[in-house]
């Protein structure tokens, strides 16, 4: 591991996505919406996944210069087509759409079409902050996850994101996927050689299983609650809403439809919509309270959570949002620590696009 | 346990609302909604509630002659002072506002506040279908589940409900709590005299327990997921947006100041809102796109993951709503049981209100 400079990393990919023809405002977007991931520690979905953008683009199933259009439209709802755009893209596009019905009719609910990848579910949300509402952000996602009682990978990690605005204290702000787990926490069981916990995923026959490589021996990922007597069925509920508002709303692909983010996989050939599906949404809060006074019990609750008694061998009670916050302060100023392998990605496709990566790595701790 | 007829149920239910002084239409609905409990399976908020309320209206806890009022609104919006009814009365009254304001601006959002338990949540969801809309109903509820990593009781096990629509497929229902499992559950195990899985409860302390009564012994509740290694701050989350929505936006009681179902447990002196809290919203399906091929491609989707290979040892996979809609049928045709507690509860209440309690048990299978 490395620590580079979080700016210069977001300086970068907005260059690589310049490159790629991307207009630079929507270049800096999604550059901002990567760097984000990796700012607030989801490494799976930040800087380290750029390449895997370029790969798509190169295959021709991203559009660098899409033309995104409103296909229908209510005083609060809307549907765009992202015209393959990438979703770091389309979803903002989405979400300031969401936004400005909400100024008007109170809330904005936006669903996106033949869209791509959109990074952090949070990142999207976030943008309602700044204007006084909650901003809900969900999508659909490839295939990895099984319905409950099922060894057929049929839904997405499929996460659902809140984002809550507060007074003195800081946002309140969910980013979920509806799984157990995330993909990455199985590698880091890989790179340590350990077992996973049962109720993560099931191998290939749909049996409970502690091997942290069955998801690459054709198992699949559980919804959030593991089995059925652990309340796995919820989980598979809340993929399927977040699959199902995504994309049977917007005319997107669901379910087992939904084309692989990996470029090594081909899209399915029979299709049942246009690309991957968002949904998008934005609440003003004064639509219902007036906002100091919402945001005031905000803070109270989010003051009387935080004061619950800690569980025994526990120290403190957290708030969605308290994880990120507190590695965001680190690695803006320790740097974001980066696998030697996406080091050497990120030099090849600096080479690519003629965009130098000299990052010097920072000094961490 | 003796089966009673569910039509002879729900009126002998209206007649008890009734009696109670709420006017008939209201008294029809609240009963409408606890039979629908009953015919769906959760028999914890069925007619074996329904001496809960009347204890709650003997305390003036509860006021059978609401005078609601919509006391904000937008365009896509509206706050409900429920007058502190039936729970029962104000949340489908909260939803058909939902349905009206959808019909103009394309989606409806009710808060409600000052208002009592409200039954199961898929029933007032549930009333958007005809209208060709997806229905959304939450609420929160008296405290008894932990955040994680706390051994405070600080959340109601706070259900969310959605509601879709389909064409020949019945529709998708998803009614469930932000718990790993409800209340009843653990009671089904004390009756057995069997211990509770891990994952399902803590113990006073904040460990983990198998111990089937540790909330009578001042445990609590786990969100959805269990332990923190399980996923179970994503439950806590999930439960702590259903309190925020519900009673944050409206002006509603949050966290532990929620007041508490039960008779014997007096409200919190000290209160931050009005009541308990709903959230209710309305989706035009159409808001979207045509409700034609909204339809056709939830049957689809519907179709395709009932056809999702069942897992080793499983016979099927299920649809949410499936295992809801087949307790319906059978109940319908054998009678709702009851226990003889619930019948003699029953009984009383006939004679406290001059309504003869004179049900013969339905022969059932």
């Known amino acids: 591991m490395t620590n580079i400079d979080s700016a210069y990393l ?14 630079a405002t929507e270049a800096e977007t999604a550059a901002e919406c990567l760097n984000q991931a990796d700012l607030r520690g989801v490494d799976s979905h930040g800087v380290a996944r750029l390449s895997g953008y370029v790969r798509l683009w190169e295959l021709k199933r991203l559009n660098a210069t899409p033309i995104m259009k409103i296909i229908h439209e209510t005083p609060s709802t809307a549907v765009l087509d992202g015209d393959l755009g990438l979703g770091l893209v389309t979803a903002p596009h989405a979400m300031q759409i969401a936004i400005e019905k909400a100024r008007i009719a109170g809330t904005g609910w936006v669903a ?10 949070g990142f999207h949300a976030m943008m309602a902050l700044q204007h006084d509402m909650i901003g809900i952000s969900m999508t659909n996602a490839s295939p990895l996850v099984a319905p409950t009682f099922s060894r057929s990978r049929f839904l997405g990690t499929n996460p659902i994101a809140v984002a809550i605005p507060a007074l003195n204290q800081p946002p309140f702000i969910i980013d979920m996927a509806t799984t ?45 609650g ?7 069925h919820k989980g598979y509920c809340l993929g399927a809403m977040v699959d ?10 669901y379910g087992p439809w ?31 309270r007036p906002a100091s006074e919402f945001k005031e019990h905000m803070d109270n609750w989010i003051q009387t959570f935080r004061n619950a008694e800690p569980a025994s061998g526990q120290e403190r ?9 507190e590695i965001t302060a680190d690695r803006l100023k320790n740097g974001i620590p980066l696998h030697e392998q996406v080091i050497k990605d990120l030099e090849e496709l600096g080479k690519k696009f003629g965009v130098d990566f000299h990052a010097t790595p920072v000094n961490p701790y």
Request: contains cysteine.
């Open 10 to 23: 977001k300086e970068f990919t907005s260059r690589i996505f310049t490159g790629m023809g991307c207009p």
């Open 112 to 121: 996106v079409q033949n869209s791509n990848h959109y990074g952090i579910a």
């Open 180 to 224: 157990t787990v995330a993909n990455g926490k199985l590698e880091v069981l890989q790179r340590k050689g350990q077992d996973a916990p049962l109720g993560w995923t099931q191998d290939k026959d749909g049996n409970p299983t502690t091997d942290a490589y069955s998801l690459k021996k054709g198992g699949s990922m559980l919804p959030l």
């Open 226 to 232: 593991g089995d059925r007597e652990h309340g796995g």
């Open 244 to 253: 199902i508002f995504s994309a049977v709303l917007s005319g997107a692909n």
């Open 258 to 288: 939904v084309p692989p983010f990996v470029s090594f996989l081909e899209p399915p050939t029979h299709q049942v919509g246009n690309g991957i599906g968002h949904f998008l949404g934005a609440i003003r809060v004064d639509a219902f």
């Open 317 to 325: 009670v957290l708030i969605p949002g308290d994880p990120e916050r």
